[in-house]
T-cell receptor, first 114, second 112 residues
Framework: DAMVIQNPRYQVTQFGKPVTLSCSQTLNHNVMYWYQQKSSQAPKLLFHYYDKDFNNEADTPDNFQSRRPNTSFCFLDIRSPGLGDAAMYLC?????????????FGPGTRLLVL | QQPVQSPQAVILREGEDAVINCSSS?????VHWYRQKHGEAPVFLMILLKGGEQKGHEKISASFNEKKQQSSLYLTASQLSYSGTYFCGTNAGGTSYGKLTFGQGTILTVHP
């Protein structure tokens, strides 16, 4: 089945130690998104790629970076995680068809910062 | 700007109905509804495009009032499986793919 896959599902890191979360998709969608979701809050868009074009949200901290080496994969790098970065990180994909399209979410990676 | 959902929480008995509202201060191109169960990813329910359309999916339907920038999600004859947090995601246009801003969520609990 076509899907969005995130690895790992759970990630524990130390304060200040860089961490990378990965997302892959078999849907061949142009657009890939990274969201941060804290407990009992809405998903908050960090950035997204439209093909190779990177689009950062204005309020996304510089501590968060992303890479998309090809259509299928996208990575979220947190350069120096703080305690406030503990959250669920959701990857989503959608087509770019000229009309609003469904976003398909992966299962998420829950990040714990010690 | 984040859309506002109401109510924040709803508690139902199985078989009862509920309405969840989503309001935006911005002109909207589309509204997307998702349901998220605890610890899981959001699951897509439906998209509504500007034009005041109404959509339905079994016992879950939704409407979009473009003039008021409001959308409502209707859950009829609720089932235990409807429990979860419902998010509306709004798209103000400007892209060819619909970048979303999510409301704060409405927690729906259905009891037997």
């Amino acid at each position: 089945d076509a899907m969005v896959i995130q690895n790992p599902r759970y990630q524990v890191t130390q304060f200040g130690k860089p961490v990378t979360l990965s997302c892959s998709q078999t849907l061949n969608h142009n657009v890939m998104y990274w969201y941060q979701q804290k407990s009992s809050q809405a998903p908050k868009l960090l950035f997204h790629y439209y093909d190779k074009d990177f689009n950062n949200e204005a309020d996304t901290p510089d501590n968060f970076q992303s890479r998309r080496p090809n259509t299928s994969f996208c990575f979220l790098d947190i350069r120096s995680p703080g305690l406030g970065d503990a959250a669920m990180y959701l990857c989503a994909t959608s087509r770019a068809s000229g009309s609003p399209e469904t976003q398909y979410f992966g299962p998420g990676t829950r990040l714990l910062v010690l | 700007q984040q859309p506002v959902q109401s109510p924040q929480a709803v508690i139902l008995r199985e078989g009862e109905d509920a309405v969840i509202n989503c309001s935006s201060s911005k002109a909207l191109y589309s509204v997307h509804w998702y349901r998220q169960k605890h610890g899981e990813a959001p699951v897509f329910l439906m998209i509504l495009l500007k034009g005041g359309e109404q959509k339905g999916h079994e016992k879950i339907s939704a409407s979009f009032n473009e003039k008021k920038q409001q959308s409502s999600l209707y859950l009829t004859a609720s089932q235990l499986s409807y429990s979860g947090t419902y998010f509306c995601g709004t798209n103000a246009g400007g892209t060819s793919y619909g970048k979303l801003t999510f409301g704060q969520g409405t927690i729906l609990t259905v009891h037997p």
